[in-house]
């Protein structure tokens, strides 16, 4: 996945995966980063919390409209396009990842010297020149 212009991730190249269930579309898909990532909405181990990828129905915490989450009508393009919307508008009031939705919040600058930094190091630009 690349990372949205005109944000703290461009030109990063972040892999991902996918996994489906066995009863897809049914239930919805999980989505992981397979390489470091610092977002509010990303687990530190790389997984996405997004609404579209929480099982249908009502939300049991009352935070998110069942019209926001899963549906088996949705589309992988439309499970993209949303988490490049997320790394582009992270929700810090609900982050998965605490320090990253703090950092957001309040030091933003200092969010997006981190995320210029998982940048480098999607690129491989963050190793030591030897030679």
Request: with cysteine; net charge negative.
């Amino acid at each position: 996945m690349s990372g949205p212009e005109g944000t703290c991730f461009e030109g990063g190249v972040f892999p991902a995966k996918i996994i489906f269930p066995t009863d897809y579309p049914l239930t919805p898909p999980k989505m992981k980063f397979t390489c470091e990532m610092f977002h509010p909405n990303i687990y530190s181990d790389g997984r996405v919390c997004i609404s579209i990828l929480h099982a249908p129905g009502d939300d049991p915490m009352g935070y998110e409209s069942s019209a926001e989450r899963w549906s088996p009508v949705q589309s992988v393009e439309k499970i993209l396009l949303s988490v490049v919307s997320m790394l582009a508008e992270p929700n810090a009031e609900s982050g998965a990842n605490v320090d990253a939705s703090k950092m957001w919040r309040d030091e933003r600058e200092l969010f997006n010297r981190r995320a210029k930094e998982i940048v480098k190091k999607s690129l491989g630009l963050d190793k030591t020149d030897t030679s």
